[in-house]
């Protein structure tokens, strides 16, 4: 049975009526509650999705705990910081939602693209994330000299766009660390047994079958970077997980996947990060980034974490 | 080895490490990716003592990099007893927030803020210097600078509380002199004034031991420092760090008084003090050279520091100014010394020194005595304040004597030495200090006026009262430049501060009360003010704030000159001496040229009485009652885009400008023509009054004060042309035209 209902526990009216607007637009039926309690008298064992505002946060855990078949979809306009630790250890809290401030709505094509897609939709591909008409490239990589090749092919690509140097950097950064994951830690063999990630100095050359994408596209307002491997093993604990222990200031834990740190660099790169995993078919890991946002703004700003998967 | 691999570079060539050892002291600086070609635990290999990091180049660091990184700061804090990092770029400053024990128990000594126009959409990034800037670290705020290319206000483009969260946790750095010295020596890095001071240790015994830290300049204490000496002494200059063209006088100067009562050994001279100080009259009497450094580079593995060299051991190599061979510390590889022709020139000078083994076994006995204190404390974890003296059998400290000395000589004065020796950001030029490579001799006015400056201790900015005599009828005036980048340049600011010293010299020279009121008084505040403040962003040593005032006070020295030139009519170009000095100095890997240029001027007292009659003779408009004076090109200090214009000295009672201009103010246009001087101002006021005589109006001039800019003037009234009047007589009413019942009149304004 799909998905076919959307229930929205929002206090501030003029975000509530926004949000309403928005989640009609998905043709999916809208209850919307103010009020906590209101909200269980409505819930039902049916699929559904729960947005809510991060401030019910400890509602949303509960619910979620107690519905399995719901799945959660949180907005702050707050830091997301706080909210990674929650999303690790509440099930099917997939989705943080940042916003510009208390009383703006989450972004408008975020949120549909989000409801519509746990509505039973497919993914729609880079296009979705940008403006009708972008630019950009694909590569397959297979090597690190390719690797690299890729990772300058992205600063060619941000200098183009007159980006500024850092941001020209930290994309750089963000699209070795998606190809190191791809390159190094995602190939199996055919026992399941990871393949190269145990020398990440090793000079490898993948398979055509365990080659790495990579796509990077941009609208002139956002950039897209996206990696993706034909091996679907990313779990959802070293997302969520990963983010929390990397802003817990990359303490080493060799046992939950490493410190964190390549986590760390994801989330602190994206406005918004798209991680999807189809196990055994792919991960792809996608990356949203504002342009006109200067660094300083983007510091502050409440990041989107959105994980698509089962596990 | 893949074809574009220097020696320092890892295997991807994404990385570069090089090294630069001194004695106990390592700088490790970092170029390019730390990622997984970062082999950080062979790195560490071979580093001990303290370890100097550079890190501004570092462009990217990947996850796994910091993993390499973590490994090699582990490493290495075994080996070392110090830590520090300097010029830490944004993306370092980002790892050292985000991961715990990234820096381990390092110190940051500086940083690059980065800063954003938005106007010019430019990232540009800002040294900051740690010690320095406490506060705000502490406060968690950067201040807003000008931009470089468009003058609006740049941000610093972080989110402060994130970026500071480790700088703020950080304790109160303070730099180990012998680092500092190696900063300020080897790598040419700015340090604080107070880690370069010079201090003085001594141990009496059977013969005298010294050991100098720091740098030698003109504030070098020669007298306090030979007080007392006698017999043998060894003095140990291992720690000194720059030793300038002032520095190398003194110490001249100062082993020429002591070398008369005794003998002197000198040991372990650093390379820069080599280059300045060997000469025939600074090693001439009892002066001899136990041992020295000499610059080396390996041509094999890269390795860079400076080789020991024991005079007599090499003295036969020496002798003929040639280098020893070295064998490379790292990879044992033989070569000889990469030091100048200059420097090899000097070492003819030596000669063989006849120190007694039982006196440089007690040099090496009391060298371990004064420095065993300040290793303990560096082992247990903190460093010596710069200014204690250790203290310890017969350790006699000089240093607090001649930190006060040398403080007392920085705060009463010789700033523009200091500033001299400014450097802040690389990009940004500042009279760094650097080797004299000229060959110009010093003339006798530039000596006398340099003695001067020593001996009353005068600031910077305010040095320019001692810029200005009388003599033999004629006025001379001097004008420096910094050090400029173009030859043309400093020239030409040189020549312009000694135009602008003489303009102002000419102005103050003035008796008259009212014309005092009206000109210098409007402008000689701003000017001392600016001077004086670019003295304080000397003193404090605020890189940033000492290049906007410099940037303020050549500007207005510009347009003072350029007001000189374009409105007297009786300025003749004067004679003019010039003096140069062509710098070389090393900034980070390269070395540059800068010039420095003084410029003398001579200008006979009846000529400059005639360049000021034009400014001082007053032109009274009879018809407005009012009298006015020349622009005078000192005015351009508060006026920097104006060069004409009519200063008002006086307004009768009467006059139409009575209520709305006052002496001292500037009138520049009247009905947006320019108002070049009195006699312009009289026919454009004249012609305006006509012509508002036949419609009315305001007559308007533009009238500027330090202070404001307003538009001044006064209404004129329009004057009816006389004109036939109809009268038409009662009784005779719908009578029209000029018949015999009408009469047509004219108005008599009698009537």
Redesign the interface.
Same mark, same amino acid.
């Given at each position: 049975m799909g998905m076919s209902r959307i229930y929205v526990l929002e206090r501030n009216k003029l975000v509530q009526r926004k949000v309403l607007r928005i989640l009609t637009c998905t043709g999916a039926e809208v209850i919307q509650s103010e009020d906590p309690a209101e909200l269980s008298r409505h819930l039902d064992s049916s699929p559904a999705v729960l947005c809510a505002d991060a401030v019910d946060i400890a509602t949303v855990s509960d619910v979620l705990q107690s519905h399995p078949m719901l799945r959660g979809l949180v907005w702050t306009a707050s830091k997301t910081d706080p909210l990674l630790g929650e999303a690790e250890h509440t099930e099917r809290l997939d989705f943080l939602l940042g916003r510009d401030g208390k009383d703006a709505a989450p972004r408008e094509w975020e949120l549909l693209y989000l409801v519509r897609r746990l509505l039973g939709g497919e993914s729609p591909g880079l296009g979705a994330l940008l403006a009708w008409g972008y630019t950009g490239f694909k590569e397959l990589v297979h090597n690190p000299t390719q690797r690299d090749a890729c990772v300058e092919g992205v600063v060619r690509f941000c200098q183009k766009l007159n980006m500024p140097g850092r941001v020209q950097e930290m994309f750089a950064e963000l699209s070795h660390e998606l190809l190191m994951n791809a390159m190094y830690d995602a190939p199996v063999d055919s026992s399941g047994r990871p393949k190269y990630s145990q020398d990440r100095k090793a000079q490898i050359t993948l398979e055509p079958e365990e080659a790495a994408t990579i796509r990077c596209a941009s609208d002139g307002m956002r950039m897209v970077i996206s990696v993706s491997d034909p091996f679907g093993r990313l779990p959802r604990r070293a997302v969520f997980g990963g983010m929390a222990r990397g802003l817990r200031g990359g303490e080493m834990d060799q046992r939950n996947g490493g410190a964190g740190l390549g986590m760390m660099y994801i989330y602190r790169a994206s406005a918004i990060a798209i991680f999807e995993v189809m196990p055994g078919v792919r991960t792809q890991v996608t990356s949203v980034y504002e342009i006109d946002t200067n660094q300083r703004e983007f510091r502050n700003l409440p990041r989107s974490v959105h994980f698509f998967g089962d596990r | 080895m893949a074809p574009d691999e220097s020696p320092e570079t890892g295997p991807?060539g #994404?990385l570069k490490v090089t090294k630069i050892v001194e004695g106990d002291i390592m700088c490790l600086r970092f170029i390019g990716t730390i990622?997984?070609?970062f082999h950080g635990k062979s790195i560490a290999e071979g580093v001990k003592g303290t370890l100097i990091v550079d890190l501004a180049e570092v #462009?990217?660091?990947?996850?796994?990099g910091?993993?390499e990184w973590v490994d090699f700061i582990k490493a290495v804090e075994q080996n070392t007893h110090s830590i520090y990092f300097i010029e830490c770029s944004? #993306?370092i400053i980002d790892q050292f927030n985000?991961?715990?024990n990234f820096g381990g128990r390092g110190k940051i000594l500086s940083f690059y803020a980065?800063y954003?126009c938005?106007y010019c959409?430019d990232?540009r990034r800002r040294l900051v210097q740690v010690d320095e800037s406490q506060e705000l670290i502490k406060n968690m705020s950067l201040p807003d600078v000008p931009c470089d290319s468009c003058g609006n206000p740049e941000? !610093?483009?972080?989110?402060p509380t994130? !970026?500071f969260t480790y700088l703020a946790s950080q304790d109160a750095v303070e730099t180990d002199p012998a680092v500092a010295n190696f900063l300020a020596a080897k790598l040419d890095y700015r340090v604080s004034d107070a880690a370069r001071r010079l201090r003085a240790d001594k141990v009496v015994e059977e013969a005298t031991f010294i050991r100098l830290a720091g740098d030698i300049d003109i504030n070098f204490p020669r007298e306090k420092l030979s007080e007392g000496l006698e017999g043998e002494v060894v003095i140990d200059l291992s720690a000194v760090g720059r030793v300038d063209d002032e520095g190398a006088v003194e110490w001249t100067a100062f082993s020429q008084l002591v070398s008369r009562e005794c003998k002197v050994y000198l040991r372990d001279c650093q390379p820069g003090f080599v280059e300045k100080v060997f000469t025939a009259d600074a090693l001439a009497g009892r002066v001899e050279v136990l041992s020295f450094f000499m610059p080396f580079k390996c041509p094999s593995c890269g390795y860079s520091g400076a080789q020991r060299v024991e005079t007599l051991e090499h003295y036969d190599v020496l002798k003929f100014a040639t280098s020893p061979e070295f064998n490379c510390p790292e990879c044992g590889t033989v070569g000889p010394s990469i030091a100048s022709e200059e420097f090899l020139a000097t070492l003819s000078n030596l000669v063989p020194p006849t120190a007694s083994k039982a006196l440089i076994e007690f040099a090496e006995r009391a060298n371990d005595k004064l420095l065993k204190p300040a290793a303990a404390a560096q082992q247990a974890g903190y460093v010596l304040p710069v200014a204690a003296a250790p203290a310890t059998g017969r350790a006699v400290g000089l240093a607090t004597v001649v930190a006060v000395l040398v403080s007392l000589a920085v705060v009463g004065g010789v700033g523009w030495w200091i500033y001299s020796r400014l450097k802040t950001e690389k990009d940004i030029i500042y009279d760094e200090g650097g080797r004299i490579v000229s060959k110009e001799k010093k003339p006798p006015w530039f000596v006398s006026w340099e003695k001067t400056l020593s001996e009353k201790k005068i600031e910077f900015g305010l040095a320019d009262e001692l810029n200005v005599s009388t003599e033999g009828g004629k006025i001379y005036v001097i004008g420096y430049s910094f050090a400029a980048a173009e030859r043309e340049e400093a020239e030409a600011r040189a020549r312009e501060a000694a135009l602008e010293r003489l303009v102002h010299h000419l102005a103050d020279s003035m008796k008259d009360r009212l014309w005092r009121q009206a000109v210098l008084e409007q402008y000689a505040q701003e000017r001392r003010r600016l001077l004086r403040d670019l003295a304080a962003a000397v003193q404090k040593k605020d890189g940033l704030a000492t290049n906007r005032a410099r940037k303020v006070v050549w500007d207005r020295r510009i347009a003072v000159t350029s007001a000189l030139q374009a409105g007297s009519r009786a300025f003749k170009k004067p004679a003019e001496e010039v003096y140069f000095q062509q710098l070389e100095l090393q900034q980070g890997s390269s070395r540059v040229t800068r010039y420095r240029f003084w410029v003398r001027l001579a200008v006979p007292v009846a000529e400059a009485a005639k360049l000021m009659a034009q400014y001082v003779e007053p032109v009274k408009i009879e018809s407005q009652k009012v009298s006015l004076l020349d622009f005078f090109p000192g005015l351009a200090w508060v006026y920097d885009d104006v060069k004409h214009g009519a200063i008002v000295l006086g307004v009768e009672d009467g006059s139409p400008w009575k209520d709305s201009v006052t002496p001292g103010n500037l009138l520049v246009t009247c009905a947006e023509i320019p108002i070049k001087g009195p006699d312009k101002f009289k026919e454009v006021v004249d012609e305006r009054i006509d012509f508002l005589k036949t419609k009315g109006g305001k007559v308007e001039c533009l009238s500027k004060s330090p202070r404001e800019s307003r538009q001044v003037g006064y209404a004129v009234a329009k004057v009816e042309e006389p004109r036939p009047r109809v009268i038409t007589r009662p009784g005779t009413p719908g009578m029209t035209g000029t018949g015999p019942s009408n009469v047509n009149t004219w108005d008599d304004p009698t009537q």
């Open positions: - | 991807g #994404k990622d997984e070609d #462009k990217r660091i990947s996850s796994f910091i993993r944004p #993306k985000m991961v715990a980065p954003r938005d959409d990232d941000y !610093f483009d972080e989110d994130s !970026f």
